[in-house]
């Protein structure tokens, strides 16, 4: 079965970082795009950074751009995202999903990020 897990979500304050990670099983990360989403309460989802297959090239939405970074290890079939400068802003449910041509069909259980101010 195809799954994508994500972890590492919790409580921190303005400024801190968090390193969220994307579990995948079912199928071989590195094979396909995955991309890290974001809802914020009242929200839309919105995307935030992907990263393509094989050669791992990322993307980032504006707003976070120099401040998140996404990773893959492939030995390990597991993605990342390395969030620094955290502000209230960036607080929201984070999840990763599979890429699919133009959109995803897989996407995990987020994990709740929440920055005080």
């Known amino acids: 079965d195809v799954q994508l897990q994500a972890s590492g979500g919790g409580l921190v304050q303005a400024g801190g970082s968090l390193r969220l990670s994307c579990a995948v099983s079912g199928f071989t990360a590195e094979n396909y795009a995955i991309g890290w989403f974001r809802q914020a309460p009242g929200k839309e989802r919105g995307g935030v950074a992907c990263i393509s297959s094989v050669h791992g090239v990322t993307d980032y939405v504006d707003s976070v751009k120099g401040q998140f970074t996404i990773s893959r290890d492939n030995a390990k079939n597991i993605l990342y995202l390395q969030m620094n400068s955290l502000k209230s802003e960036d607080t929201a449910v984070y999840f990763c999903?599979?890429?699919?041509?133009?959109?995803?069909?897989?996407r995990g259980q987020g994990t709740q990020v929440t920055v005080s101010s």
């Open positions: 999903a599979r890429g699919a041509g133009r959109a995803y069909d897989y």
